[in-house]
């Protein structure tokens, strides 16, 4: 998988250019704007970004081989365009009972090995209901904008 695909999926893409945007480029607008339409945006740039945003897709693309939780995204994402690829669905309730058990049974070993990243224990399938407060896109994000700005300074 390409970083600029899960880059834009996760949001972070969006994130780059924002930052570029609000560090390194001049923007005008122009102000006509009629109903449904969005004014034509012209700007010049200030400061020459490719080798910079070149070394930050690099970088974030390091972070995330090795960070579990973006590994658990790419998995989803996969696991997601194949549930949408399909054409059927089982119709027989003891085979559907059987795979949302597994389902949940590996949602839940998925969960305990969050935990056990974070230094906590494991919890059982009726405690499993609690969300984590980590935000591993929120942290790579600002990782990004922080290595930016270091190295624009």
């Known amino acids: 998988m390409t970083v600029v695909p899960l880059l834009h999926e996760t949001g972070l893409l969006s994130l780059i250019a924002l930052s570029c945007l609000s560090i390194g480029w001049r923007v005008r607008s122009e102000l006509r704007i ?14 020459g970004l490719k080798e910079i945003t ?4 690099q970088h974030h693309e390091q972070r995330m081989q090795v960070n579990q939780e973006f590994k658990f995204l790419t ?12 054409k059927s669905t089982v119709l027989d309730l003891g085979k559907y009972v059987a795979l949302q058990e597994q389902q949940q049974m590996d949602e839940l070993k ?3 090995l969050r935990r056990k990243l974070q230094g906590l ?15 591993y896109v ?5 990782q990004i904008t ?3 700005i270091n190295r624009i300074n």
């Open 54 to 57: 070149r070394a930050l897709k």
């Open 110 to 112: 998925r969960l305990n």
């Open 146 to 148: 922080a290595e930016l």
């Open 75 to 86: 998995e989803d994402i996969q696991k997601l365009k194949a549930s949408s690829a399909k």
């Open 138 to 142: 929120k942290d790579e994000s600002l």
């Open 121 to 135: 224990g494991p919890v059982t399938a009726a405690d499993a209901a609690t969300k984590s407060d980590v935000d």
């Open 34 to 47: 009629t109903e449904n339409q969005i004014a034509s945006t012209s700007f010049s740039p200030v400061l």
